[in-house]
């Protein structure tokens, strides 16, 4: 039996229904997609907020959530630039303009300036900090920023972006350490102090 659009009066052997409507009246029942803006650090490519500090979330996830379909099953293709996802009218593809906003996150901006939070100091036997050196770096270096790793006669110091990515650096590999504050000046009326984590191998 032959089904005829309501709308357009097209039947579906020509067209294809999405429940009672033809797929093109269909979509022209729903409200068209705003352009979602989405802000990117130029050095890293991570997704920045408002504050420039980066976002724990994909590209995907942003745009679905920025377009509020939040409980429509909605996915995101980038390389089309279009959404799927649930509608009253069946599941949809349509397109969707991404406008990027360049800016530097604020672990890169300072990463450029040699800034830091924290010193890891890594003492004990040579051959044991050395390798362990490298493995806390390679943590460290995926939520913050390492400017400098100094070489000393009794050890290793390496210069944190972040004072609290320092700290679960050291609790992830499950590393006892002394914690010290030293005072480093004032910004706003506000004390700036910086932090030392003494570990022991």
Known sequence: MVRYCPLCAKPDSQVEFHGELCVQCAKSRLKPFEPVNAMLCTKCGQLLDRGRNRKDCSLADEVIRLLKLK??????????????????????????????????????????????????????????????????VQKLEQKTFVPKIEELKEGIDIYCGSRNEAIAALNAFSFSYVRTEKLAGQRDGKRLYRTTLLVRL
């Open 71 to 136: 409980g429509t099953n909605a996915t995101f293709n980038e390389a089309k630039s279009f959404v799927e996802y649930d509608t009253p009218y069946g599941r949809m593809a349509r397109p969707v303009l991404v406008l990027f906003e360049k800016s530097m996150c604020t672990v890169c901006d300072r990463a450029g300036s040699q800034y830091f939070e924290a010193v890891i100091q890594l003492r004990g036997d040579a051959n044991k900090v050395a390798r362990i050196t490298g493995m806390v």
